[in-house]
Each structure stands twice: as structure tokens, then as C-alpha cells.
């Protein structure tokens, strides 16, 4: 049962080949022959053709192997990383130090960016404040402006 499974899987209904390929010529009889034997042999090469030959490969290894839908899918994360992490920390990472006994205790004298934080608390506060007034909360004066418009 099981042989028959995989006979099947890999058999896939084809038929074999009537005869091998027939190839006109043998490595003896090619009429069209190498213009130089590949790989060459270093130790008969000058050292100008030897840099010449590494150089043409590195550039074609890197041409081959270049990804650049890739690294810049990864310049983008590491961005977007770096750039959460600083928002996060300016904007909403409580910094505390730890006391002696265990407890985490806030740190009195602040931080630079306690100044950030405020703003951007305040903006918070009057969009949320906004939000949940809804149109009546904007002033007829800017209202007359969006209608009229």
C-alpha cells in the first residue's frame, strides 16, 4: 500500500524518455574550443592579471548576490525600531530608581524630558476633550469658516 503511495507520488503518470540525448560532440571533437582554459592557474598569472581577475569577481559575486528589496525591508525595521524606542522612552517610559528595600520609587528630581511629556500630555487632554464634546465643543467662529468653505 504504502509503496504503491509513493511510486505514484513520485512516478507523476510521466513516461521515461524514448532514448538518452545524442550530443554531435565529445570534449575531442568540439569545434568550438575555449579561448582561455578556466580556472586559470595563478601561479603562471603576473600579479596585475591575478587583481584584475579578483576584482571582475568580486564585482560580479556582489551584482549576483546584491538584495536590495531585502536591505532595505531591513533599513526600514531598524529604523522604525530605533525611532519607537526613543518616542517611547521620551514620551512614556516612567523612569524610577530602585530604594534599598525592593521598592521601586519615583525619581524626585525629574527628567530632561519631563517638559515633552507635559506638552504632549496637554495635547492628549484637549484632543481627547474635544473628541468627546463633538462639534458642539468648536466655536461658532470656526465653524462659520467650515461650513461657509
Not at 49 to 75: C, G
Not at 84 to 113: E, K, S
Request: glycine share 6%.
Amino acid at each position: 500500500m504504502a509503496s504503491n503511495l509513493f511510486s505514484a507520488i513520485f512516478r507523476l503518470d510521466s513516461k521515461p524518455a524514448a532514448s538518452p540525448p545524442n550530443f554531435p560532440y565529445t570534449i575531442k571533437t568540439n569545434p568550438y574550443r575555449c579561448k582561455r582554459p578556466w580556472p586559470p592557474d595563478f601561479s603562471q598569472l603576473s600579479q596585475r592579471h591575478q587583481f584584475l581577475l579578483e576584482r571582475r569577481f568580486r564585482r560580479r559575486s556582489k551584482l549576483k548576490w546584491a538584495r536590495p528589496t531585502w536591505n532595505k525591508a531591513v533599513k526600514i525595521t531598524q529604523w522604525g525600531t530605533i525611532l519607537f524606542v526613543c518616542v517611547y522612552g521620551v514620551f512614556f517610559l516612567d523612569v524610577q530608581q530602585a530604594r534599598g528595600d525592593g521598592h521601586m520609587a519615583a525619581d524626585r528630581n525629574g527628567t530632561v524630558f519631563d517638559g515633552a511629556r507635559q506638552w504632549y500630555a496637554e495635547q492628549m487632554r484637549s484632543f481627547r476633550g474635544q473628541r468627546d464634546a463633538g462639534p458642539a465643543a468648536v466655536p461658532a467662529e470656526a465653524r462659520r469658516g467650515r461650513d461657509e468653505g
